[in-house]
């Protein structure tokens, strides 16, 4: 596809020409080419799209490592498709990722023309299609996706992609961008956590416990409990301002807590008796806890599950290891796993798509309740100190965040 | 059952006649009877049968509580069958169950004519039958059987139970009581926690890693993987007399140990470049780990277990938690759980007799050699003390110990 398509004379256009601001560089014959303000700004008048994508060569801290690279895409063929993103979450694991602390490492390459292998960073988003392949089958121009795997790199304007790695959204009436966009990685783990761990059938009368309650999986799992008919003790960290704190518990009973307490009351002499009466004297049983603290709050936590729970893991806010007595092993045979759900995305994509379609019913139904994001706006003329601000403001560890890139209109 | 039956004019026995060393007390009218020597020696000239049993009617230190009491056994009727003990071993669970400490509490009551409510102490051992009621269908005479669950009181010289609480010993040939009386906490315990662990199947070319191998799980544990094709890395403590240590080493790769290392070794630095390379570069991949020490240990334990690995928890000798971070469980997607045989073999009598007969077979076999003991003969003069002090001998803990009480013929 070296060819060079000359609609004014002085102007090439590589098929997968390098685009900088202000200047647009042919791939293969190196050579630099003018640009119109009109390609500058993101559509080429050629069918070429024009990007720009948060990428990174090297790891550390974002704001160290992250820079904005424009490149322009060549129209889709085959089975191909391009996409202009509508919303990218930035998640905890996007940064610990950026970082190098965590487990799953990009591929790094020059496939968008950076002078050094780089990566591009973001593992979640909503996106439309905008031009498809003349193989494509199973999208069309206007259809909403979401990736089906992690790794893909979320933080861009546009993306060309093979449609085999995206997830059709079949519905998109009723929904906003934002909910679509951030359905892949808190609701689904929410999801998973409970309905895996409930391997036993809802019968109303069972219960969940899990501390980061007022967390993205945490808001979630409340809302999924209660649609399943499985209660709640909600544990989120006391705050100094009391009215505040109030207010938080509130809106966690809004969406569906059954019960909210702090961590100090966790660890306090009269939660024993308390749970013992809302469990109705314990014969309703506590089956599943969700953490993602660690440290002796996860030990407190898991002293409230009954024989025979199971315990999943899925962040370690505290920084914190678990400390587990043996007895709650043994003798309570309580299971302690994890979940990680970029491993459970890649290894059960039909699942994933049955499950972001699930939780995208329930919100079409009001029944499933966005929950609060900090909206970053990227458009075409943002700084890229803006956008790396918006990423390195997203605490570290393993939290699930809330900020959000919602890309503009090109 | 109240009926007195006299032979000789100035004897009384009722049909649950309480035996005192030296007297016999009828249990209905409470009048003293005399006894013969013959009687007091075991096995009375009436059809009844004089047991000896460790019973405890508080909580404390064995050496405290436990007294030798002394009791008549009616002639078997119905469904009942009763027993002359063969073997019955002091496993560290039941010390901890005289002292308090133990999650299942044994039945206090004062059936065998205690004063106070009592329960017998003991989980474990085989028995001979000696006679059998009318109604018994599946044991005769000579047969040799093992508990079916815990709490039965084995420490005695003689029980009546009914034959349903009983597993027959199909072919008790080329078997030893000793064995017999062994099978069902240890060996079932590394049986159960390897083949539950294991459910991938045995391809010859996985691992298991254990701490505690000299125990008497952990011999098991490395006799069972080595006839399951299963490759162990054995945790023993170093000892400070290394003759001492070379020659445990030796008796553990004599069983069929692959690697045994001391803790030190386990957590120094050398380690894993070692496991690295006697895993194939990683290649044959850590399914299991079992543990029985905690702590420190365990978590460098945990290390070395592969993505997706089970860490089963089965003892706490450091009394130390366990301390897991977090990212084994999310990411390395280790499972822990823990295994207690007491909860188990109540739960699936069938499992435990299918298990104890699988052992036998490979016993039988020359295939699965005795664990070391130390025995405390048991005759009908032993003093209490005698027996006390074996009981105080076992460490307490989790630890799986070694005593055991071999009964002599009466």
Not at 90 to 119: F, H, R
Request: charged share 25%.
């Amino acid at each position: 596809m070296a060819v060079h398509r000359s609609a004014q004379k002085s102007v090439h256009l590589a098929s997968r020409g390098i685009f900088s601001p202000g200047r647009l560089i042919c791939r293969d014959c190196e050579r630099t080419l003018r640009v119109t303000s009109h390609q500058r700004r993101g559509i080429s008048s050629y069918g070429y799209t024009q990007s720009k994508a948060l990428v990174y060569s090297k790891y550390g801290e974002p704001q160290d490592v992250l820079s904005l690279h424009g490149h322009s895409i060549s129209p889709a063929t085959g089975t191909n498709v391009v996409l202009r993103m509508l919303v990218a979450p930035i998640n905890p694991a996007d940064v610990n990722q950026i970082q190098g602390v965590y487990p799953a490492k990009p591929e790094m390459n020059t496939a968008l023309g950076t002078s050094e292998p780089s990566a591009v960073a973001g593992n979640e988003g909503a996106a439309e299609v905008i031009s498809v392949g003349s193989g494509v089958k199973s999208l069309s121009k206007g259809d909403w996706v979401i990736m089906k795997s992690t790794g893909m790199g979320t933080w861009r304007t546009h993306m060309a992609v093979d449609e085999s790695k995206l997830i059709k959204i079949d519905t998109k009436e009723g929904l906003t961008a934002l909910q679509v966009g951030t359905v892949s990685v808190n609701p689904c783990t929410a999801y998973r956590m409970l309905l895996d761990s409930a391997k036993w059938g809802f019968r109303g009368d069972e219960w969940f416990i899990q501390n980061g309650a007022n967390s993205g999986v945490g808001r979630a799992a409340i809302q999924l409990g209660k649609e399943w008919g499985f209660k709640s003790i909600n544990v989120i960290r006391g705050r100094e301002n009391k009215e505040e704190e109030q207010k938080l518990r509130q809106d966690l009973y809004d969406i569906g807590a059954t019960k909210v307490i702090t961590e100090e009351e966790l660890q306090g002499r009269e939660i024993r008796d308390q749970i013992k009466e809302w469990t109705n004297g314990g014969r309703e049983p506590v089956r599943v806890g969700l953490n993602c603290v660690g440290g002796k709050p996860a030990t407190a936590l898991a002293k409230f599950l009954s024989p025979g729970a199971t315990m999943v893991t899925y962040g370690a806010m505290s920084k914190q290891p678990l400390i587990l007595p043996a007895s709650l092993l043994i003798f309570k045979e309580i299971n302690f796993n994890g979940f990680w759900v970029s491993k459970w995305s890649d290894r059960h994509p039909d699942q994933k798509k049955q499950t972001v379609e699930d939780v995208l019913r329930l919100t079409r139904e009001g029944r499933f309740k966005d929950i609060p994001v900090q909206e970053c706006k990227w458009g075409w003329k943002t700084e890229v100190d803006i956008l790396k601000a918006a990423v390195q403001g997203t605490l570290g560890g393993f939290r699930p965040g809330k900020g959000v890139f919602v890309f503009e209109e090109p």
